[in-house]
T-cell receptor
Framework: QQQVKQSPQSLIVQKGGISIINCAYE??????FPWYQQFPGKGPALLIA?????SEKKEGRFTISFNKSAKQFSLHIMDSQPGDSATYFC????????????FGTGTRLTIIP | ETGVTQTPRHLVMGMTNKKSLKCEQH?????MYWYKQSAKKPLELMFV???????ENNSVPSRFSPECPNSSHLFLHLHTLQPEDSALYLC????????????FGSGTRLTVV
């Protein structure tokens, strides 16, 4: 049973456009939702994260939108650049001190000129 | 060197071989993890070590044997693997009861022939 569902599996966006990746979860005990960015040949790196007590968090061109009632959250990349081309993973973690991350299946993002 | 370092970066082994993957973290974290990353599948948690004690074994076959001699080093001993074990093996570390940030290594690309 996949606890965090991620879509789309792949995404192509024109340079300067908005990239949107969506995730949904079932476990209402999740209380921390990070996004990871992975470039080929590298491990995932923490990009941005949100807790369920806020509906939006913005860091530069990256924004997480969080809908607690719908149990959904999404990553928006504004003014997408070719350097943003990577695989993005949403994740969720349950409980303070419980460090086990549950990952989504990943989205391969390609930004075309 | 800073961060999480994994060696070797690439490994090809026969099904009867015995090999080990090594992970070292220089971040002062007290939890370390092994993840398996296969194509088109979510990142799979394999093992969790918390203050050098194994706290999670996610139903991993016994042909994978972890070792954590101290909080900075983590090994994954491999023996009699199967071709389906070919994957990217990622090590990560974090500070338990900290800020939930995982730091991943670049992984070992394992091919079983």
């Amino acid at each position: 049973q996949q606890q965090v569902k991620q879509s789309p599996q792949s995404l192509i966006v024109q340079k300067g456009g908005i990239s949107i990746i969506n995730c949904a979860y079932e476990n209402t005990a999740f209380d921390y939702f990070p996004w990871y960015q992975q470039f080929p040949g590298k491990g995932p790196a923490l990009l941005i994260a949100i807790r369920p007590d806020v509906s939006e968090k913005k860091e530069g061109r990256f924004t997480i939108s969080f809908n607690k009632s719908a149990k959904q959250f999404s990553l928006h990349i504004m003014d997408s650049q070719p350097g943003d081309s990577a695989t993005y993973f949403c994740a969720a973690i349950e409980g303070f001190g419980n460090e086990k991350l549950t990952f989504g299946t990943g989205t391969r993002l390609t930004i075309i000129p | 060197e800073t961060g999480v370092t994994q060696t070797p970066r690439h490994l090809v082994m026969g099904m009867t071989n015995k090999k080990s993957l090594k992970c070292e973290q220089h971040l002062g974290h007290n939890a370390m993890y092994w993840y398996k990353q296969s194509a088109k599948k979510p990142l799979e948690l394999m093992f969790v070590y918390n203050f050098k004690e194994q706290t999670e074994n996610n139903s991993v076959p016994s042909r994978f044997s972890p070792e954590c001699p101290n909080s900075s080093h983590l090994f994954l001993h491999l023996h009699t693997l199967q071709p389906e074990d070919s994957a990217l093996y990622l090590c990560a570390s974090s500070q338990v009861q900290g800020n939930y940030g995982y730091t991943f290594g670049s992984g070992t690309r394992l091919t079983v022939v």
